[in-house]
């Protein structure tokens, strides 16, 4: 996707986060039980913050979260956003920025993931009010999937093989991940799990599929099991489904 395209969802899911928002702020959010949308809402603004901070000073603060609970938490939401997008301007998608993902050291890394977490996120706010999901984008969509498979799992499991303990099969599982018009091979075994390009000729053990939103929202572990198709090994997919767990936690 083009920088402008990535901005221009943030912008929208931006703004309908704070819609739905708006409309509840004391209801619990049933994808992150733990959280209402008061919590939700001062999560997102202290992601927003934080990733100004890293491009700002070239590293990762070092005592965060600040004390933001003076300020309610739609203004907050609104001023971290401001500031974030005030950032990505003054600088270009190629501008050095410290990112925990080692191979993209760039501005463009935050853009990326911010888009992204901001649409799982307003789902989030949608699921807690009741209302209706937004469409997300096909896009938007396919690029999510590909995050969450290549830099959430396939460099997350190699990066911080700890969170995965318990987890990880002790023999390769196969599986694809298919939306249709785009496929990705997943394979994992007991060391992590390695992502590339995939085809529906191609042996696995399993094959997961629906269109580009249903797949994102299951990958993010925002949709039931049976929300997507899926076809042979269903031990191979309950793994999967537990190795996504540790990778989007």
């Known amino acids: 996707m ?6 221009e969802c943030l ?19 049933p994808s992150c039980p733990d959280w209402s949308v008061e919590d939700l809402t001062r999560h997102v603004a202290q992601v927003y913050l934080h990733k100004v901070e890293c491009m700002r000073t070239g590293s990762a603060p070092q005592t965060w979260p600040p004390d933001l609970s003076g300020e309610p938490p739609l203004a907050l939401l609104d001023r971290a956003y401001a500031q974030l997008r005030a950032e990505f301007a003054e600088r ?11 191979p993209d050291q760039t501005v463009a890394f935050w853009i ?9 996120h307003r789902v989030d706010a949608e699921l807690a009010a009741g209302t209706s999901v937004a469409d997300i984008p096909d896009d938007l969509a396919h690029d999510g999937i590909d995050e969450v498979l290549r830099v959430m799992l396939g460099y997350g499991t190699h990066r911080w093989p700890e969170a995965f303990t318990g987890v990880l099969p002790s023999s390769t599982v196969r599986l694809l991940v298919d939306t249709g018009e785009q496929s990705w091979l997943v394979r994992l075994d007991a060391t992590g799990a390695v992502v590339e390009p995939g085809s529906t000729d191609q042996a696995v053990h399993a094959t997961i599929s629906g269109a580009p939103p249903e797949l994102l929202l299951w990958l993010w572990r925002r949709t039931p099991d049976d929300a997507v198709r899926r076809t042979a090994d269903r031990h191979a997919v309950d793994t999967f489904r537990a190795v996504l767990g540790a990778a989007t936690q």
């Open 112 to 120: 990326r993931r911010m888009a992204q977490e901001t649409v799982v």
């Open 11 to 29: 912008a929208a899911d931006h703004a309908r986060l704070g819609a739905v928002a708006a409309t509840g702020l004391a209801e619990t959010v």
């Open 2 to 7: 083009e920088t402008s395209r990535y901005l």
């Open 92 to 102: 270009s998608p190629e501008s050095p920025a410290h990112t925990w993902y080692d």
